[in-house]
């Protein structure tokens, strides 16, 4: 697909939901959104995309975890660094967060995430596998995913204020 800012051409739901899953692959931080009582907050995360969801290492004590917890709510953005408005692109998303606690989802994403983030092997213990058990007790964090229900794709190249919903 051309993209060109101010092009006619109209993405479909499979170009919209390639040109998103490019963006996530690429990117590696996403800002969370949560409130309580009347104020925002809004708190960046590293992030591997598994099956449908956001999956991230935070503390349980943290505040975006407690008030997303708390409300069942959080919004999220994934956006491509930009040195121009005709380069922005992006999605905003709502959805919620939940705790990842199966063995075998935690061992499938942190096999991913130390693939995206090699850096973090240097956090570990020296001939030992990563565990989520490990990571909680040397680093008081645990993983959490975030799932979308409402995915919007932004792209300043396709149009000026390009906006539309994408199953993702």
Not at 52 to 76: D, M, N
Not at 119 to 147: A, H, Q
Request: proline letters at 4%.
């Amino acid at each position: 697909m051309a993209r060109t800012s101010g092009s006619d051409h109209v993405p479909t739901q499979h170009e919209l939901k390639d040109l998103a899953g490019r963006l996530v692959a690429g990117q590696t931080t996403m800002t969370l959104a949560t409130a309580k009582n009347d104020e925002a907050w809004a708190a960046p995360v590293y992030y591997v995309y598994v099956k449908s969801a956001f999956y991230f290492l935070s503390s349980p004590t943290s505040r975006h975890i407690k008030e997303t917890l708390h409300s069942g709510q959080a919004s999220a953005t994934v956006y491509a660094s930009a040195s121009t408005w005709t380069e922005i692109r992006g999605l905003q998303m709502t959805g919620c967060v939940r705790a990842a606690d199966g063995k075998f989802e935690a061992m499938q994403v942190l096999r991913e995430y130390l693939k995206k983030y090699p850096f973090t092997k240097d956090f570990l213990k020296k001939n030992t596998s990563p565990n989520l058990k490990m990571l909680s007790e040397r680093f008081g964090v645990k993983l959490y995913k975030f799932i979308p229900t409402l995915v919007y794709y932004l792209d300043n190249q396709i149009q000026f204020a390009f906006r539309a919903e994408v199953q993702f």
